[in-house]
């Protein structure tokens, strides 16, 4: 299995322009989520889906969407990129049982620099 | 005030010493208190967990839950250099639609 994987591992994008970042699990996971990391500011949670077609927004999501038209892939969409978008971004998964929240898998993350 | 706490660091100790990693929070409702550990350039991966307050060893790993403190730890005995990586402490509630709510993660680096 490969588990979660991202795609692409790093982009430079320039001010104004869109993007779409890929987030892909095997492990026929109900839930998947959005994060991202900042020096200093931790995981914070951009987006999530309890299941193929159902989004829901976390902890930061303006200037994001996304998108789950299958249930093995949740996209992360940015429409128009701004410097302060610049960050790592991992996508997680999990099995929908209750209390097991911590039961997360994470991606190997998504360097985005934004100019 | 933040839901969740942790020293910010960075942490340097020698190879052979004991670590203490600490988080404290204030949510009363979290039940699971985990431990990832995220290696440079990598992805967080799960350590440890702890269902409400006690403590769990797995190895040199030790992690401690005080729910009346609302105070967790991770204790690393014999330390070493592969355990240099960056420590985020994460917790959540029991729902089937609970989220992590994670710290801000310390970077250890153990000394050769």
Known sequence: NAGVTQTPKFRVLKTGQSMTLLCAQDMNHEYMYWYRQDPGMGLRLIHYSVGEGTTAKGEVPDGYNVSRLKKQNFLLGLESAAPSQTSVYFCASRAPRAGLAYEQYFGPGTRLTVT | ?112
């Open chain 2, 1 to 112: 005030q933040k839901e969740v706490e942790q020293d910010p660091g960075p942490l340097s100790v020698p190879e052979g010493a004991i670590v203490s990693l600490n988080c404290t929070y204030s949510n009363s409702a979290f039940q699971y208190f985990m431990w990832y550990r995220q290696y440079s350039r990598k992805g967080p991966e799960l350590l440890m967990y702890t269902y409400s307050s006690g403590n769990k060893e797995d190895g040199r790993f030790t992690a401690q839950v005080d729910k009346s403190s609302k105070y967790i730890s991770l204790f690393i005995r014999d330390s070493q250099p592969s355990d240099s990586a960056t420590y985020l402490c994460a917790m959540s509630g029991t729902g089937a639609n609970s989220k992590l709510t994670f710290g801000k993660g310390i970077t250890l680096s153990v000394r050769p």
